[in-house]
């Protein structure tokens, strides 16, 4: 059923050999890590280096009637400062529509607001210094004066649109969807059981480790634009700089050395990302802003605010007929630029009920402007949401049903030998691994042994819990994701593989880094590939002046895009040094390959000729080459998926919890995930990728959220009063596999990168009610903070 | 988030400490282990002109027990107590309180004086002294004075402390014969600050309390002291209905604020539950 | 010892400063409100120890100072005057943390790396301090990490092998 595709990484008729496919190599790029040698935007060094800082909006919706920046031009150090309708002069705004989202609508953004900010930290002006301290203390000499105007905070107001932020919008509405099958009336008047629960997900954030940070460096003589940034898609932003800035694009170049984090965070525009580009060409001179850890609360994009009331419909005989939804979400004042801030809901609408069979459906998304932060994709986008709707009420339908959770998902979830499949909201699955996934997680954790456990511990006033959490996931996505809507964003990739003069592969990748392993995982695969050792390949990514043209890293993409056009390329340079190797040697190419640096006889394994040496003749004596032969030691190839829109991956995590129910804390025993993502290239990197995007999932289920008051204030966002996962509180986190590649590639491989964080607060939470069941009582709001299950038990 | 300019004196002697603070009066502020200070002053919360370090003043370190008291000197480390032998046989109460404190970095510079100064209203160390009838020694240029940690803490961040002073010292008697101390505290994460919390300290007899002094943390501007539990425990075996009946007593004296995430009936709620809790291992 | 002081102006006042930073004696006039970290990232070069967040709490800016952890962001530079500092650039050079170091590599106990020398540092005082830390203990220690990455589970597991690989070798 899951056999593993076939990988002919060498000539046909040798022994199948998958070289490191499939092997945990420690990343070689981790090692400068290690020591403190990377190169993030905040270490490099530049002549003549300013630094911006921004004056922020203290208010969340205000007027800027009065703005005097003479005192803070005139402090130690400033070199110049500069209002929203300067820097519009050189940074043309941006609406952040796309057309394949039907009547989504948003307001123009600049890079520094013109005379009314829309919610709290919105920058006003920029001071440029020759210091981050000189810059921050001129701004305190800034004169501002305001008129406080309505603010609009709360979902539920703003989609009664008594005040409307953006008059010339006509309402608060940013974008709504709604979707329906044509028998889900049917459906729920004929079930037997019908269950309803409204949830509620507070809005929260990335808090990567390093902040947003750029660094723009534009050579007035050239008119050329460097743009040193910590993002995860520098051709998107080459794109966006050139366009905007109005500089022909191949004069502005984009590199990203070492991201500390991403996590979808760094792949959305930055209005004081694009204001410091554009500075810099105002000034002709490199000018960086780094996002200090109170700017990036304020005002990396926020996500995950919904209020969503969902309903199921069963058969007495545990069999789900429908899936009913309502969902409303508050973003900010704006879309945000290029992806929308219309995906997340839309994407609510899309998974909602993912991994079952029933064929009836109806959904609605509402997406409403607040004055609050601005909102868009966060690692995981909607399946965070949609998985804690889905898994939530599947329990509360298995409950009243009296069935066990498990064996209640094992009668729904979609057959193992039911693909392709078409699933009610639209998606297509190509194959999924439900079942199999199921039982591999079932055993894994020994499920009997738990509940016999939790049984007998109740008894003893000890409350465990066990949630289970089934899941689909978007990965490697075609553009039906952003190029349909008319969106500049590659949904291709490319990789060029270069064999150098002493035999060393050189891979230039468009894909690029932030520490999930694509280095290392590009380097296994291009050292299968062309037949080489793993020490011998050097990967770069991040560089638009170098690589080929590509996407980047987001939703999922990295390993089975990008990594499908580094194995095309590396049989392809593999043929060609085939070819030359034929020359020098005058033999047969069909009894040739390549295996551990040297062409050897393909059935014996002897040694030819080694790759240094072909390199040599290649490069430097091609005179003794057949006249008409010209070497192509460097290959390019591209990919794109076709098949599928979407490639679909599954998998099921399971919580266990103790929930002291005298103060409300939980303490996470362990947590369990069972991934199909395809074929595994390195089963470290992914299961690593999976905790990491698990504890971000804990995080959102039980810790994290942003605070606002009614003024629209932000009151949490330092480190110390927003509380991120830390070490003490996290669980060891059990990982294991199935494996169904996809057929739409050589490498099968589909996408891991979110699949932690789309599963976790659904198990969390579903761990949290079943320890709750002897008490009757029900969490149903994230973060489940001690305040809201002491709530729910009565306490309170 | 860069600090705002300031200068900075490291005095070698209390009386160049004192002659800088007299000098500077409000725009000077004492930096000894700065963990609180420096954070504060990277986020601009406060803009002095001068910083006077402490810390190369002599005779302001060190635990030394001497008859029946226990002297902390205030530029010891939280590391220093995590570490003193003499303060897990003498005051096992703030033996068990110092791991709470944030993380190991921040105990490695962070001082028992700056935290008795600071006096936030999550901190541990206020409600230890409070519990073990601690008392703080103050010095100003030509005089000291002591006084007692209850009377010591007298608002939000605000202590007996008078402009030109310098909190020198604690003194802790010794822990007498019978005597059992519990510490509990409930944080989200380790390390954070409390949502509410408990010092307890207690004679314990044949299973019977008397003497408890219970100073709750977060339950209002300064430590607060419940009597009133204590007085519903004097003499009794800490039953159902005693821990009950001093549960009872909470809401009367303890003044919890609401936080971001915590509503007064909440952390009223812990307060209770963590008195129950530290009712049973006293008496464990 | 310096007991100079000067009035606070808009233009920094420096005060002479020495110290030793991975065994090299490094003298600078350095502003009083610059933090180590700033000191050692912007003046030294020493770009190991990052910035996170200026308020002590995600531990990226951790460095050893007389042979103890701490935060960079929470001590002036100034305040460093006579003091020994060690950064990861010179843990890693001595080979003082090779162990560590490999175990982390092996494992991919760090992906963006961006916490790596902060949550390095802490690793070793607390193996040096506690060698016998069982795994809670370990997981507890290191809450003075923040990591967005890896979730923690590897970063645990790399320092329970060295902890057990430098009790063995004790033996």
């Known amino acids: 059923m899951n056999a593993r595709a076939e990988l002919p990484l060498h000539a046909p008729g040798t022994a199948v050999d998958k070289g490191y496919i499939g092997q945990s190599v420690p990343r070689p790029n981790a090692k400068r890590l290690l020591q403190g040698r990377g190169a993030y935007v905040d270490d490099l060094r530049f002549p003549q280096l300013a630094h911006v800082v921004f004056f922020r909006s203290p208010y969340a919706h205000a007027r800027l009637k009065r703005l005097d920046l003479s005192r803070a031009a005139a402090q130690p150090g400033v070199i110049a400062v500069f209002d929203g309708r300067a820097v519009a002069q050189y940074c043309k705004p941006w609406v952040a529509v796309l057309g394949h989202l039907k009547g989504i609508k948003s307001p123009p953004q600049f890079a520094i607001a013109i005379e009314r900010a829309c919610c709290q930290g919105e920058a006003m002006a920029a001071i440029v210094a020759e210091s981050r301290a000189q810059g921050e203390d001129a701004l305190q000499l800034v004169e501002a004066e305001w008129e406080e105007l309505p603010v609009v905070c709360d979902m539920e107001e703003s989609l009664a649109g008594k005040y409307v932020i953006h008059p010339a919008l006509g309402d608060n509405i940013c974008f709504e969807r709604k979707f329906s099958t044509d028998a889900v009336d049917a459906a729920f008047a004929k079930a037997d059981v019908v269950a309803e629960e409204t949830y509620t997900f507070g809005r929260h954030t990335g808090v990567t480790l390093e902040s947003r940070s750029i660094l723009a460096d534009y050579n007035a003589a050239e008119q050329t634009l460097t743009v040193y940034q910590s993002t995860q898609a520098p051709h998107m932003m080459q794109d966006i700089f050139s366009r905007h800035l109005d500089i022909p694009e191949a004069n502005v170049r984009v590199i990203c050395k070492d991201v500390g984090g991403s996590f979808g965070i760094k792949v959305h525009v930055y209005p004081d990302e694009m204001a410091t580009a554009a500075i810099s060409v105002m000034l002709r001179r490199p000018v960086k802003f780094v996002a200090d850890r109170l700017e990036s609360f304020l005002t990396d994009i926020h996500a995950r605010e919904h209020k969503a009331r969902v309903r199921i419909a069963c058969t007495k005989e545990g069999e789900i007929l429908a899936f009913e939804l309502w969902d409303l979400t508050a973003i900010g004042p704006y879309s945000v630029y290029p992806r929308t801030s219309g995906i997340e809901g839309n994407q609510v609408v899309n998974l909602t009920g993912g991994p079952y069979k029933h064929q009836q459906y109806r959904g609605q998304t509402q997406v409403v402007f607040t004055n609050k932060n601005v909102s868009c994709q966060y690692r995981g986008v909607g399946h965070p949401i949609a998985v804690a709707l889905t898994e939530g009420i599947v329990d509360v339908a298995a409950e009243q049903l009296g069935l066990d959770p498990a064996e209640f998902r094992r009668r729904n979830l979609i057959p193992d030998d039911a693909y392709p499949y078409s699933f009610p909201s639209g998606l297509k699955f190509e194959q999924l691994s439900h079942h199999q996934s199921l039982d591999k997680l079932l055993a894994l954790m020994d499920y009997a042994k738990l509940r016999t456990e939790q049984a007998a511990l109740r008894k003893l006033g000890v409350y465990r819990g066990i949630g289970l959490a089934a899941m689909i996931e978007v990965t490697n996505p075609s553009p039906a994701f952003y190029g349909v809507g008319g969106a500049r964003i590659s949904a291709q990739d490319g990789a060029t593989l270069r064999l150098d003069p002493t035999g060393m592969v050189t891979c230039l990748a468009s894909v690029t880094e932030q520490g999930q392993g694509t280095e290392g995982v590009f380097a296994q695969i291009a050292a299968s590939a062309v037949g080489v050792t793993i020490d011998k390949v050097r990967v770069i990514t991040g560089d638009t002046g170098v690589t080929p043209y590509g996407g980047g890293t987001w939703a999922s993409r990295g390993a089975g895009i990008g990594g499908e056009a580094v194995l095309q390329a590396g049989r392809a340079l593999r043929s060609n040094i085939l070819d030359v190797a034929t020359h020098i040697l005058g033999a047969n190419r069909g009894e040739l390959d390549i295996v551990g640096n040297e062409v050897v006889n393909r059935l014996s394994l002897e040694s030819k000729l080694t790759l240094a040496e072909l390199g040599r003749v290649a490069y430097f004596r091609p005179d003794t080459l057949p006249q008409k032969f010209q070497s192509e030691l460097t290959v390019t190839r591209h990919y794109t998926p076709r098949d599928y829109g979407f490639t679909f991956t599954n998998g099921i995590q399971a919580c266990l919890v103790e929930v002291d129910v005298e103060t409300g804390f939980v303490k996470l025993l362990k947590h369990w995930c069972v991934e199909d993502c395809g074929t595994v290239i390195n089963p470290m990197l992914v299961d690593e990728q999976l905790r990491g995007g698990i504890v971000q999932g804990i995080g959102a289920a039980l810790f994290e959220e942003c605070l606002y008051s009614e003024e629209g204030q932000l009151m949490n966002g330092s480190m110390v009063d927003y509380l991120v996962p830390l070490s003490a509180e996290m669980p060891d986190i059990v990982v294991a596999h199935v494996e169904t590649p996809t057929k739409q590639s050589d490498l099968g491989a589909k996408g891991a990168g979110e699949a932690g964080t789309a599963g976790a607060p659904a198990a969390v939470m579903n761990a949290i009610n079943d320890a709750l069941r002897p008490f009757k009582a029900r969490v149903t709001a994230q973060p489940a903070t001690p305040q809201r299950i002491l709530e729910a038990l009565g306490k309170i | ?284 | 010892m310096n007991a100079t002081w000067g009035h606070a102006s808009n233009m920094d006042e420096t005060l002479l400063t020495t110290l030793t930073v991975n065994g090299r004696t490094v003298t600078r006039r350095i502003s009083a409100r610059q933090h180590l970290s700033d000191f050692l990232r912007d003046e030294l070069g020493l770009t190991g120890a990052h910035t996170g967040c200026e308020h002590g709490v995600c531990g990226a800016c951790t460095v050893r100072v007389d042979g103890l952890a701490v935060r960079g962001c929470l001590m002036l530079a100034v305040q460093a005057d006579g003091c020994k500092v060690d950064t990861i650039e010179g843990l890693s050079d001595s080979g003082e943390i090779a162990d560590l170091q490999g175990a982390f590599h092996r494992r991919n106990a760090l992906q963006c790396g961006f916490c790596t020398p902060g949550m390095l540092m802490s690793a070793q005082e607390l193996l040096s301090s506690r060698p016998d830390a069982k795994r809670d203990e370990i997981r507890a220690h290191m809450s003075g990490n923040y990591c967005r990455c890896t979730g923690y589970h590897a970063i645990v597991d790399a320092i329970e092998e060295v902890a057990a690989s430098r009790r063995e070798g004790r033996k």
């Open chain 2, 1 to 284: 988030m860069k600090a705002p300019d300031f200068a900075y004196a490291k005095p070698g002697s209390l009386s160049e400490a004192f002659d800088l603070l007299d000098r500077h009066g409000d725009g000077a502020r004492i930096l000894a282990g700065g963990q609180s200070l420096l954070a504060s002053l990277n986020l601009r919360l406060s803009e002095p002109e001068l910083l006077v370090d402490i810390c190369s003043i002599p005779g302001l370190a060190g635990i030394a027990v001497s008859g029946q008291t226990l002297r902390i000197g205030a530029l010891t480390t939280h590391r220093q107590i995590e570490n003193s032998t003499e303060i897990t046989r003498h005051l096992p109460l703030l033996a068990q309180a110092v791991g709470n404190v944030a993380h190991a970095a921040i105990r490695n510079r962070g001082t028992f004086g700056g935290s008795i100064a600071l006096a936030d209203p999550a901190a541990e160390y206020p409600v230890c002294a409070v519990a073990l009838d601690a008392t703080f020694v103050l010095a100003r240029r030509g005089a000291e004075r002591r006084v007692k940690a209850r009377e010591f803490f007298r608002g939000l961040y605000e202590t007996a402390l008078q402009p030109g002073e310098l909190l020198t010292a604690g003194e802790f008697p010794l822990s007498a014969a019978g005597y059992r101390s519990v510490f509990l505290e409930l944080a989200r994460r380790q390390g954070d600050y409390a949502i509410v919390g408990l010092a307890a300290h207690a004679l314990v007899a044949a299973g019977r309390i008397s003497d408890a002094r219970l100073a709750f943390l977060g339950a209002g501007s300064t430590p607060v002291l419940a009597v009133r539990a204590a007085a519903a425990l004097e003499g009794r075996q800490p039953d159902a209905q005693a821990i009950a009946a001093a549960q009872a007593t909470l809401a009367e004296e303890l003044e919890m604020s609401a936080d971001l995430y915590s509503s007064r009936a909440t952390k009223l709620h812990l307060a209770r539950v963590l008195l129950g809790r530290a009712l049973g291992a006293l008496a464990a």
